[in-house]
């Protein structure tokens, strides 16, 4: 299915589409987290789109320029400022390579466990394309702490698709789409699997400022990038969250 973005979401709108350009590969390394700008760390606070009922999600995008190599770490927070996922990506010669990928589970007394996945294809983004024809795999597989006779595994597979061009904060930004496609498979006596389709948009100097995904047909959720700050304000805004929370149970 072809998806126009024709919809007003306050700061973040897009404008226009163009359609696949033609001749040789396009550097796209621009397009990704700005790695010297990240080096304080920033939060890319992210709202949703479809349903109003969802709460906002929060990355914690921070860059390490070492001798060793230059590295981006995520820790991406839920509402609650709970840690659910840490990334942890390599700057390589054609793109951004996945190292270390941690996910975050709580058990029924609040206690936090920790899982590493298994990076079996890390391509986390591509520095070149050529046109809708590519394809760049992510692959990754774990044991679920709540069951870890089971066996998790996550295939990604992302394309190219147009440029485009998005406004966010009142600027436009060149921006390019890709295509989505997703299998997750649930391996415990017996293999259940469920795919799903969907869009990842990424603006040069920003990043990733749009996602969403087609859960099954006709229900969709989506979340676009609303503004970026340091994680001292984070911090304070869930501060205050704790605060009026306390004041209306007293």
């Known amino acids: 299915m072809r998806l126009l973005f024709y919809m007003a979401w306050g700061v973040f709108t897009f404008l226009s589409l163009t359609s696949c350009r033609e001749g040789g590969p396009k550097d796209i390394r621009d397009y990704y987290f700005p790695l010297k700008q990240l080096e304080e760390g920033l939060v890319y606070e992210y709202q949703p789109v479809f349903q109003d009922s969802l709460t906002p999600v929060y990355w914690y995008y921070r860059s390490f320029l070492r001798d060793d190599g230059v590295f981006l770490a995520g820790t991406y927070y839920e509402y609650n ?12 010669k054609n793109g951004m390579l996945l190292q270390d990928l941690f996910l ?20 986390a983004f591509p520095f070149q394309v050529s046109d809708s024809s590519g394809v760049f795999l992510y692959k990754i597989r774990w044991h679920p702490p709540s069951d870890t006779a089971a066996v998790i595994t996550l ?13 966010y904060d009142d600027k436009k930004y060149d921006a390019l789409v890709f295509g989505v496609r997703e299998l997750l498979e649930y391996d415990k006596d017996g293999v259940f699997e469920q795919e799903y389709g969907g869009r990842e948009v990424y603006a040069k100097g920003l990043g990733l400022v749009y996602y969403e995904k087609e859960i099954s047909k006709g229900l969709r959720w989506g979340y ?18 704790i605060e009026q929370k306390n004041l209306e149970t007293e």
């Open 81 to 92: 400022l709970i840690p659910l996922q840490l990334v942890r990506e390599e700057l390589v």
């Open 104 to 123: 975050y589970e709580t058990d029924s007394t609040g206690r936090q466990l920790r899982t590493t996945a298994e990076v079996l294809a890390g391509n």
């Open 224 to 241: 676009r990038l609303k503004t970026r700050y340091p994680m001292s304000q984070l911090e304070e805004t869930f501060k205050q969250r």
């Open 155 to 167: 295939i990604k597979n992302r394309r190219y698709l147009r440029d485009t061009v998005i406004a």
